[in-house]
């Protein structure tokens, strides 16, 4: 391919991204992003028509929680820097890196499926023509109760996750909202269908 038809990472145009879909799965800490997709991996794993995102986090191996691809501050701050990856953000003091991989995954026409954070919307927005955006809400108590549940953060990290509840739920033509509120059961037969 010509270098006049590459984009700046000298990859293939941005158009043939299109041909795929990414899904970005956001809300607020406890609100059950990482059970959605659990259900969604465990339906569409083996379907090729899929992809699941692991994502690369400066949360220590073997950590409790999503299995993810390790990675120092540093190393993750230069990689961002370098637009190494195809969206990064940093949260709950830890830096998130979404692997430059997907737009290959986006390129062969699969469903890629992203737990994102709602800081990095609009920059997607901008990337990638085929986005899908599945918000996930539930109330303020709710979000209490179950960060308290998960036993896995101290009171002040639960504090602090609950303080960026304030960001809010994503606008647009493109979000498909999923209240988690009750039943797992309801909100998981929601997301399969937005993905099927
Ligand atoms: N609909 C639901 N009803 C009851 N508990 C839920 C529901 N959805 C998720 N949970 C529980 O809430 C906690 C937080 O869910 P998790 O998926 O870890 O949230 P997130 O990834 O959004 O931070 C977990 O203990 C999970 O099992
Ligand atoms: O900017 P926000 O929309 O608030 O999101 C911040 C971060 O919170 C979630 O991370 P993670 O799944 O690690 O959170 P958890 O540890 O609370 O499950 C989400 O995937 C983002 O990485």
């Known amino acids: 391919m010509s270098k006049a038809l590459k984009d700046e990472r000298g990859q293939a145009p941005i158009g043939h991204l299109a041909a795929g879909r990414l899904v970005l799965v956001v809300g607020p800490s406890g609100v059950g992003v990482d059970t959605l997709i659990d259900a969604a991996r465990l339906e569409f794993g083996n379907d090729p028509s899929f992809h699941f995102v692991r994502r690369t986090i400066t949360r220590p191996a073997g950590s409790v929680g999503e299995e993810h691809d390790p990675i120092d501050i540093e190393t993750f701050r230069k990689r961002r820097d370098e637009a190494d990856f195809a969206l990064a953000w940093e949260a709950h003091g830890l830096g998130y890196g979404i692997p430059l991989s997907i737009e290959d995954q986006l390129r062969q026409g699969r469903t890629v499926v992203v ?76 997301f399969l269908g937005l993905l099927r």
């Not at 709602?118 to 990638?128: K, M, S």
């Not at 990290?157 to 988690?180: K, M, Q, S, Y």
Request: net charge negative; glycine share 8%; charged share 30%.
């Open 115 to 190: 737990n994102a954070s709602r800081t990095v919307i609009e920059e997607a927005r901008g990337r990638y023509p085929n986005l899908t955006v599945a918000s996930v809400t539930a109330s303020p108590v709710t979000l209490a109760q179950r960060l308290a549940g998960r036993n896995r953060e101290t009171a002040e990290e639960i504090e602090r996750r609950l303080g960026r509840a304030g960001l809010g739920f994503p606008d647009g033509d493109d979000v498909v909202t999923i209240n988690n509120d009750d039943a797992l059961e309801t909100s998981v037969k929601t």
